[in-house]
């Protein structure tokens, strides 16, 4: 009886079902013709062609997962596809995948998920726990024309945070003066075959890269016309294909202006999935404000040669019994560069004058509670690409200035001797100070491939503080002879330097250092030794 029984549920099985392993699966419509399943991999873009005929994708989660399934449909540009996702459980032995077919389609197999049309628009499908079983994608497209389409079958964790080296997507952006700085992060699928194309738009934010082509296309258009209120004719869009490239500097910007930054990766070239997307709004930068003797240094490269500090006069001023009172005391120290200083109060221009090295500006009856600006601007665009960067500060409180007070006539005057050849005599006025003041002689020979460089009388002031002068001699072959000492004040201060040899160039500079302050540079003197009696 139990044979008989055995049997019975035997043949029932065999012709009411249809039965095949998950990692050799066939579906057949009909019982003796058999067709490969094609199985979407999990974690990589799978493109495959898609016709008008429904063509079938499959899925297999062979046991229990503990994360979270996602299915992302990308189809090409200008393209209609119609598809669906149904799912199709296994066995409890999770051996079979059991389909009864009782006459019916092998388009009714399964629990439908999802069901959508859409036009060149990737959606995807969070469908949440991976149960095991069968899911079964049917896609076809609405015209007659063949289509690529992009599945991206995702298997990612319940929290994304917990993944080893996940990045979030983004676009960091980095203001530079008139230009901006954008920079994202490499595509986390096959990185290094990904390209990336970036949409710049002033209306909005696009959805595929396909709806900003046909949009660039309708503005090129002579005769364009557009219907939808929101996008006006004037609008920016620009379309940038930058290869492998995670970057781009975006130049030409309008003040006020608020723009839409969408990356894209592209897969082939037909397929584009959204990679990120940020809006900026781009707007003058607001004055530095500068506390009290505390000096501030920028990249003023960075800054596209243009910057501006603010200070307001407080009530420090009391502070500094011995000095003058209602005075106010700016510093200026461009590096590499030459830059134009304006410094205004209540829009009034009160300083204007062209910089190079160091500066101290003073301004008399100033007032508490007042508000100074100063702006800083490069000289010209080559300027710009010299300067390094520069340093500013304001103080009611002269001792609190770092630099030495120099006079106001920096050059070092020569005395002549026309019968020797082997000395000159120089002389300096000296700083005004209320300590005693280190100065430093430097003596340079020029070697023979720098005499016919152009000489600069003014140093850059920023190379003498960091001391950069004295290790750049070494490098550059030169032989240098330094004498400190503690000058005097009030006076003309006087040094004879010996030793020199004929037929020679020398560069002679002079330090002054303030104590527990900064080292500034008297101009440069050049000495030529080529006849009897130094020129």
């Known amino acids: 009886m139990l044979v008989r029984l055995w049997l019975a549920v035997l043949m029932a099985e065999l012709l009411t079902v249809i039965a095949f392993k998950p990692l050799e699966a066939n579906l057949t419509r009909d019982g003796p013709i058999t067709k490969s399943m094609l199985v979407i991999p999990h974690d990589f873009d799978h493109i495959v062609p898609v016709t008008k005929s429904r063509t079938k994708f499959h899925i297999l989660i062979p046991q229990d997962s503990d994360r979270n399934l996602s299915v992302t449909v990308t189809p090409s540009c200008n393209s209609v596809l119609n598809w ?29 998920l999802i069901e959508y049309t859409g036009v060149s628009i990737p959606v995807t499908y969070d469908h949440g726990k991976a149960n095991r079983g069968l899911y079964v994608i049917s ?76 949009r660039l296309e309708e503005k090129q258009k002579t005769n364009f016309s557009y219907s939808d209120d929101d996008l006006r004719i004037d609008d920016r ?6 290869g492998f490239n995670t970057s781009y500097t975006l130049n030409n910007l309008i003040y006020d202006e608020t723009y839409y930054f969408t990356v894209f990766v592209l897969h082939g070239p037909h397929i584009a999935t959204h990679h990120a997307n940020a809006t900026y709004k781009f707007q003058k930068s607001k004055p530095i ?12 490269r960075a800054q596209n040669g243009k910057a501006s500090f ?23 120290m461009p590096c590499d560069g030459v830059v134009y200083v304006e410094i205004r109060c209540r829009k009034t221009l009160l300083i204007n004058k062209r910089v190079f090295g160091y500066e101290k500006f003073i301004l008399n009856n100033t007032k508490i509670g007042e508000r100074y ?56 006025l000296s700083a005004n100070s209320l300590t005693d003041l280190k100065y430093c002689v430097y003596v340079q ?72 302050g900064r080292t500034l540079s008297y101009d440069l003197l050049r000495l030529d030794t080529n006849s009897c009696g130094l020129n």
């Open 373 to 428: 600006v100063l702006k800083v601007e490069s000289v010209s665009v080559d300027e710009t690409q010299r300067i390094r960067s520069i340093e500013v500060m304001a103080t009611v409180r002269p001792t609190m200035i770092q630099m030495p007070d120099m006079p106001s006539d920096l050059s070092i005057q020569q005395y002549v001797e026309p019968d020797d050849c082997q000395s000159v005599k120089i002389g300096w």
């Open 310 to 332: 603010r200070y307001k006069v407080g009530n420090n001023r009391q502070l500094e019994k011995d000095g003058p009172p209602n005075t106010l005391y700016w510093y200026v």
């Open 445 to 516: 020979e020029n070697s023979n491939s720098l005499e016919s460089l152009d000489f600069s009388v003014k140093p850059d002031q920023c190379k003498v503080r960091y001391g950069k002068i004295r290790r750049s001699d070494t490098s550059n072959n030169y032989r240098t002879k330094t004498r400190c000492y503690i000058g005097e004040k009030g006076i003309v201060l006087v040094e004879k330097i010996l030793k020199l040899k004929p037929l020679t160039t020398y560069t002679i500079q002079v330090t002054v250092t303030k104590p527990r």
């Open 139 to 214: 896609a076809q497209t609405e015209t007659g024309d063949d289509s690529n389409v992009m599945f991206y079958v995702g298997l990612k964790q319940k929290s994304q945070k917990k993944q080893f080296g996940y990045r979030p997507n983004g676009i960091r952006i980095k203001k530079g003066g008139q230009k901006i700085y954008l920079r994202w992060n490499l595509s986390h699928i096959d990185h290094h075959l990904m390209k990336y194309s970036l949409v710049v738009s002033s209306s909005k934010i696009y959805t595929t890269i396909c709806e900003a082509e046909h």
């Open 84 to 112: 669906d996702l149904k799912f199709i459980p296994l066995t409890r032995f999770n051996q079979t995948v059991v389909i009864l077919w009782n006459n019916n389609k092998s388009s009714d197999i399964g629990r439908l």
């Open 237 to 242: 869009l620009e379309i940038h294909h930058l």
């Open 289 to 300: 404000g500068l506390k009290d003797a505390k000096p501030r240094m920028i990249n003023l």
